[in-house]
């Protein structure tokens, strides 16, 4: 615990859902949902507006059309999210050389590291200089908290949303913490929650008075232990800057469970892809290869393989979860696949199997492109050959050769709605054209302010 409310907490408002309204002029001020779409989808994250009808992160998608049928429902852009956050992260490493990325949209900084604070005046100075930046960088707000531990700095931001700033002075933590509910805790979700409640625990207040020792025989030493201190308001946790990552992964869940085997496979070498692509850009490659299966009756299962030394060969990694695939009974359907490696390390080791699996490929001829892997499973779904439907996902980016950079509302029945509006412009026409309008393709984001470049 420190004497000056020197470590920052930023959370970024509503971050996807608000990149989207800055993005799109039409959309501002009116419910905005960003999720999966499918029957089997949830919601990433919901505007402000949205929220006001009920809709919250994790909901699942058709209750939430239910309470807002009238929102913009938009399918997630993380590339574009993840360029924001880059530039959002940048900031806070101006501030100080201990930050501490949680997600995309939230990190913790270390203000007395870098420098720019040592009380509670300069602290609130950097603190409100950072907002300026972020909005000025990239057009969206972001809350907040200060104070002398993470815990509480956590709290005061989630106190400071939306789009403010809020210092909680250390000393104050107790009288803070005693009147709020049990779930204000970290480490305290619903079950712990409603366990706490049935024990007559339902403020921080009446764990602080049932003591450390009625804690650890309902919750057990460690947790029991660490909610205590918790509670008294200590948490002498430092500011991290690196959390080395201990694997990467990547899964689907389907709207409709895959019996066709051939699909099965060719979902997993695409998935097996997008692994390669993800662990190049952390700049790892892994030993072990994980397979996902989660079954038809909810019934998950995993298998793994570990190779003789790293490698990001996205050659190997599609063998290497094809066998496992092999070893997976998929009668009855699959719902969700996934493919992982772990092992990490920094460096790719010449592989022998590798090699030998490159050259066995030589032989076989060229490796279809990703474009064609993906036409060959609408093939293997329509159950017939010929031209493949282009598919247009809602709110993702295009650009007409006539109207200039738009953005999707919608397609079906061979026709694709567009709005032709940027971040900077009013709201925009719409025009709907056919799904396979030569002048119509898809487009990188463009920035949210004007002249700054999409990282």
Known sequence: MRAAPTILHLDMDAFFAAAEQASKPSLRGKPVIVGGLGPRGVVATASYEARRFGVHSAMPMGQARRLAPNAAYLVPRFAFYRSISEQVMELLRRLSPLVEPLSLDEAFVDLEAGGVADDSASARAAGERLRVDILATTGLTGSVGLA????????????????????????????????????????????????????????????????????????????????????????????????????????????????????????????????????????????TIVLKVRRYDFSTLTRSETLRGPTDDPAVLREAAGRLLEAVDTTGGV??????????????????????????????????????????????????????????????????AVHGAGWVQGSGVGRVTVRFEEPWSGPGRVRTFPVDDPELEPSEPLPLVRGATVA
Do not use: N
Not at 177 to 194: H, Q
Not at 340 to 367: I, K, M, R, W
Not at 371 to 383: I, K, N, R
């Open 335 to 400: 719902r969700l696949l996934g493919v992982g490696v772990s092992g990490l390390a920094d460096y790719t080791q010449e592989d022998l199997f590798a090699q030998a699996v490159a050259d066995a490929e030589a032989d076989a001829g060229p490796e279809p492109e990703a474009g064609a892997v993906a036409e060959a499973e609408e093939v293997v779904e329509a159950g017939e050959q010929g031209p493949v439907e282009r598919h247009w996902a809602p709110g993702h980016d295009v650009r007409h």
């Open 148 to 287: 002398g531990s993470k815990m509480i700095a956590k709290i005061a931001s989630e106190e400071a949303k939306p789009d403010g700033l809020v210092l909680i002075e250390p000393g104050t933590e107790r009288e803070l913490l005693g009147p709020r509910s049990v779930r204000i805790l970290p480490g305290v979700g619903p079950a712990t929650g409603e366990h706490l409640r049935r024990a007559g625990m339902t403020s921080v207040s009446d764990l602080v008075e049932a003591g450390e020792d009625e804690l650890v025989r309902l919750l057990g030493r460690a947790h029991g232990t660490s909610l205590h201190r918790m509670a008294q308001g200590y948490d002498d946790r430092r500011v991290v800057a690196e959390r080395d990552a201990k694997s990467v992964s990547v899964e689907d869940t389907f709207d409709v469970d895959l019996h066709d085997r051939v699909r099965i496979r060719l979902e997993v070498e695409r998935l097996a892809e997008r692994c390669v692509g993800r662990l190049r850009a952390s700049g790892h490659s892994g030993r």
